[in-house]
């Protein structure tokens, strides 16, 4: 279900620009299928952070080709499911996205958006 918090108006937010740090907290991920979670999300369907809907594997999603990026091999349930709270903290530039978990690196995507950012959190 939807638990977000928009930012800018409409399905539009602010410009990433060309270099970006997002950054999250989380606790107690739970394993689903047939559904993504997005904890970053752009307006036009791009996704600086999400599970794939198909699996519990953390990526991006170009919305405009390539789909979904995965982030190396972590899930969400293996990084955030031992009842602590995970930092995880998702850099964009020189056209690659990388992820850090609790300070280390998790994992590279080839694809950075650098339009906008509307909604942090689950948005369906």
Do not use: C, E, M
């Amino acid at each position: 279900s939807d638990a977000a918090i928009l930012i800018g108006s409409g399905s539009t937010g602010p410009s990433l620009g060309s270099t970006w740090t997002l950054s999250i907290w989380i606790k107690d991920a739970q394993a689903k299928t047939n559904i993504y979670r997005t904890l970053f999300r752009g307006g036009l369907g791009h996704h600086p952070l999400l599970t794939n809907a198909n699996s519990d594997n953390i990526g991006t999603y170009n919305n405009n080709a390539n789909g979904f990026q995965q982030f190396g091999s972590a899930t969400l349930t293996s990084i955030g499911n031992d009842g602590s709270w995970h930092h995880i903290v998702v850099v964009g530039q020189s056209g690659t996205s990388t992820l850090y978990v609790d300070g280390a690196l998790t994992g590279v995507s080839p694809f950075q958006s650098t339009l906008d950012i509307f909604a942090l959190g689950n948005l369906n």
